[in-house]
């Protein structure tokens, strides 16, 4: 538990340029397995059930293009994390408190939220499958 609240609520880096896009860039290998990871569950799961039930359409695999073109999207927006942690600490001069940790935060949730997002469409379009062919 101990390492997760270490990950999860890092000590900030110092305040300067270099060290904020240290910080960030130490972080990105984690950022990338878990937002892969998390897209690789939720392809498998799009997949699975789009197979079962009635009505059932099975895809296969998904193409690669449009999972690589997530995965390059996804580092092109982690690259606003130590853009805008430096932007705040130069505009307030130091007088703010360091933002990366929180800014990570925020970035992680929201990609693996978008990474989850097939499955969740998947899943409303099989339930609405199933009461389609109840009714």
Excluded: D
Excluded at 27 to 55: D, H, K
Aim: charged share 10%; proline share 7%; hydrophobic share 55%.
């Amino acid at each position: 538990m101990k390492s997760l609240t270490e990950f999860l609520f890092p000590a900030p880096a110092q305040r300067t340029v270099g060290s904020i896009v240290g910080w960030w860039e130490k972080r990105r290998l984690a950022y990338n397995v878990i937002v892969g990871g998390a897209g690789v569950l939720s392809a498998a799961f799009a997949t699975v059930i789009t197979a079962i039930g009635p009505n059932a359409h099975p895809w296969g695999l998904i193409p690669w293009q449009p999972v690589v073109l997530f995965a390059v999207l996804a580092n092109i927006c982690y690259l606003l994390g130590p853009t805008v942690e430096t932007l705040v600490e130069k505009l307030s001069r130091g007088t703010v408190l360091p933002t990366g940790p929180v800014l990570y935060r925020m970035g992680l949730t929201f990609s693996v939220g978008l990474a989850l997002l097939p499955a969740l469409l998947m899943t409303i379009e099989f339930l609405f499958r199933i009461v389609t062919s109840i009714f």
